[in-house]
């Protein structure tokens, strides 16, 4: 994983988690690999993933098991969503707002290209 400066790498681990639930790569309930285990798969610091773990606990997408581990709790997927959700709209609509705006392009316009874009994501499926 390629870390940017932008954001603590706690929060891009919690990204990149949250990306694993919303495509479905990591199911409800699933056991997650342990702190040790993701941190010798990223390269980072044991603490790192401890921290991201901590975080997506305190938002309800994941749950710990004493002596057992981490699991996707039952509704992950939904406050995975919830999360990113507000993400998106506190820190990249804005930007997104702003150069629709400098740009000229119309809601038309930019309906016309999302469907476009679905479409071809549907498609490389």
């Known amino acids: 994983m390629d ?10 681990i919690a990204d990149l988690i949250c990306e694993k639930i919303l495509l479905a790569v990591w199911q409800p309930e699933e056991k997650i690999p342990s702190v040790r285990e993701l ?11 401890a921290r991201s773990y901590d975080f997506l606990r305190n938002q309800e997408i994941i749950t710990d ?10 509704n992950g997927m939904q406050q995975a969503k919830l999360y ?3 993400l998106f709209i506190e820190q990249e609509l804005p930007l997104l707002a702003r150069t629709l705006h400098i740009l ?3 809601p ?10 679905k479409r071809k994501m549907q498609y490389e499926k």
């Open 3 to 12: 870390f940017n400066s932008n954001q603590p790498i706690y929060l891009q």
């Open 108 to 117: 038309e316009e930019l309906d016309k290209l999302l469907i476009k874009y």
């Open 39 to 49: 941190a010798v798969q990223l390269s980072v610091n044991p603490n790192t993933v």
């Open 104 to 106: 000229d392009i119309t």
């Open 84 to 86: 990113r959700r507000n």
């Open 65 to 74: 098991k004493r002596g057992v581990g981490y699991f996707i709790s039952a």
